[in-house]
C-alpha cells in the first residue's frame, strides 16, 4: 500500500526535515496552480514520469515554467532511445501516485525496489525553497532544496542534478 500524507510527513519529521504544507482545492496542471503561487513562496515544479525504450524510468522536476524538450530529453538523462510518458497503472505501480498528484516526495514509494531515478533540474535546485504536492493534488508542501535531496538520499535514491530545462531564464531563483 503506498503511503499516505501522513507517512511522508512523519519521515520528514523522523528525518529532521522542516516543511511547511498549504492546503488547497485540487490542482491537476500546472495552469490551474497560478494563485497558488502567490500564496506560497518557492520555487513551483512541474514533474513528468518518463520511461525509455528499455523500460528504464525517470521522474524529472522542473520549475514550472521551464521548458523540456522531450525529443533531446533522453541525451540529458542517459536514456535508451527518445522516452515517453509512463501511464497511470506504472505510475502508481512504481510510484504509488495517481496523474495530477505526481511530486519527487512519491520516491518514498520507491524505497525498496529503486525503479525511478530521479532527475532535478539544475535551474530548480538554484531555489533555497520549493513546493510539491505531499502524494495528493490538494496541498502543497515547501521544502528547502537542500532537504528535498536528504529526503531522496534517505528513500535510497542517488539524485541526477542535471540541466534539463532550455529557458535559462525560468531558473531564477524567486525566494522567498
Known amino acids: 500500500m503506498p503511503a499516505s500524507r501522513a507517512d511522508l510527513l512523519d519521515f520528514l519529521a523522523d528525518l529532521g526535515i522542516p516543511v511547511r504544507t498549504v492546503d488547497h482545492q485540487p490542482v491537476f496542471t500546472v495552469a490551474e496552480s497560478g494563485d497558488l503561487h502567490q500564496r506560497i513562496p518557492g520555487g513551483h515544479t512541474k514533474n513528468l514520469f518518463v520511461k525509455d525504450k528499455k523500460g528504464r524510468l525517470f521522474l524529472v522536476v522542473a520549475l514550472h515554467d521551464a521548458v523540456i524538450d522531450l525529443k533531446k530529453l533522453h541525451q540529458i538523462v542517459g536514456a535508451q532511445g527518445r522516452v515517453s510518458f509512463g501511464n497511470a497503472d506504472l505510475l502508481m505501480e512504481t510510484l504509488g501516485v495517481v496523474p495530477g498528484s505526481v511530486t519527487p516526495f512519491s520516491l518514498i514509494n520507491d524505497r525498496e525496489d529503486h525503479k525511478v531515478t530521479p532527475v532535478f533540474d539544475a535551474a ?53
Open 124 to 176: 530548480m535546485m538554484q531555489h533555497e525553497i520549493l513546493n510539491f504536492h505531499p502524494l495528493s493534488n490538494d496541498a502543497t508542501t515547501s521544502i528547502a532544496s537542500a532537504d528535498l535531496l536528504r529526503f531522496a538520499e534517505n528513500c535510497g535514491h542517488q539524485v541526477q542534478v542535471l540541466a534539463v530545462s532550455q529557458d535559462e531564464g525560468a531558473g531564477q531563483p524567486h525566494n522567498a
